[in-house]
């Protein structure tokens, strides 16, 4: 006889048989994402136009050549090299692209710019076959591809050339390539990768731009996100404390290097913010990057930064450091207070709005029902999220009554009220001794 079998949803089987679900026990599943993810728009001689690239800290450190067009060690990436020194990932983006790629006879440059003028490709009789030639691709001294074939339709293209079809070659010790020209930024340069970034991921943007229209159109970027998608990242500009917003950081400090612009810092603070640790601060943190950091404050004109929401720099000795880990957030309100003006408290906020929506689209949305079960799930997983900052001490005196889920005014939706005591690092000391 035939039997029944399977898995059931309802107790409805007409034939008999084993009807048997497998199910895994339930748990919480809620995690704490990681930081150190930051984003930029950047200036460059070379590379890719149009689109934003992820670049990890060891593409960076194994492949800068390739990727920015020059050597790790180069003044010209003295920027990223502070960023990266907190950041493990960076979404960069091309903001000069546009421009003119660098040619000769036989090849033009992979990309625009002024780099591909310091590219040359050098032919060589090859020793042991005079039908054939060595072809050498050289980016300032260093050889960086070499071939060897009897004509040019043979060549395949590199890393920095695409060969011209129906070239002759000919021996010739480094023909170089010419014409390679940046592109000009504009405003529209800027909201092109502002539209592109929001499919992105990450903790810290950075602009190191010094006029005001583009500090403000990247600052109200900032704010739209954050209070109209609940997206939760923070911006780092320079010397733009009057957008009073917990979101932007101001960088106070400007940079002496020659052939650097004054807004310098921005790379190492956004990186510093990106990478920090959901449970720690940036106050105090010695400043390790390359910068020659202007440090000209009085005490009262530090007291009047912090004041004004101004991250800066001072001089504590022979070291250069944060001296609050602050906002430009200045004006509070009953629903807005103090704690609002301090990036840890921002980071532990963020942390929480993400992990959550993330949990919530990944595991909840269209997927599990809104009952009881349901809503205790997710009860469940929220606890479960703030135990573990809790553990690691982002937030303390948590409890599980501190969250409730309920169902909303309709079916589909569901109100969570929560309620989080945020962890700031010890900042000021106030001691007595009491001689006898």
Known sequence: ??????????????????????????????????????????ELDWGR?????????????????????????SDKLKGLRDLFLNTRTLYAYRLNGGGKKAGNSLAEARYCGVRGNDLKVALQVNADNAALFDVRTILGTDVVDEQTVSKADELVDNRFLKWKAGATLEAAAAVPLTGGENGTVRGEDHQAYLDKAESYAFNTMGAAVTDDTTKSLYAAYNKRLRDEMGVKFQLVLYDYAKADFMGVISVNNRVLDEGWGEAGLVYWVTGASAGCAVNKSNQNRKYD????????????????????????????GADVRVLEDINTMVTVSDTMGDIFKDNQTIRVIDQIGNDIAVLFDTKYLGIVPNDAAGRISLWSDIVKHHEQLQEIRAIENFSDADVTVAQGETKKSVVVTDSVTVVNAMGKLYMTVTVA
């Not at 949803?9 to 995690?31: M, R």
């Not at 009085?298 to 504590?316: M, P």
Request: no cysteine; hydrophobic share 40%.
């Open 49 to 73: 136009e149009g689109e934003i690239f992820e670049v990890t800290n060891g593409d960076f450190q194994k492949n800068s050549t390739e990727i920015f067009g020059y050597e790790y060690t």
């Open 289 to 316: 990057g390359e910068f020659t950091v202007d440090t000209p404050y009085t005490q009262s004109q530090l007291k009047a930064a912090i004041k004004a929401g101004k991250f800066t720099f001072h001089l504590v």
């Open 1 to 42: 006889m035939s039997l029944g079998g399977g898995t059931f949803v309802a107790q409805n089987k007409e034939l008999p048989g084993a009807y048997i679900n497998f199910v895994s026990k339930s748990a919480a599943t809620a995690a704490l994402s990681g930081r150190g993810i930051a984003t930029m728009a950047l």
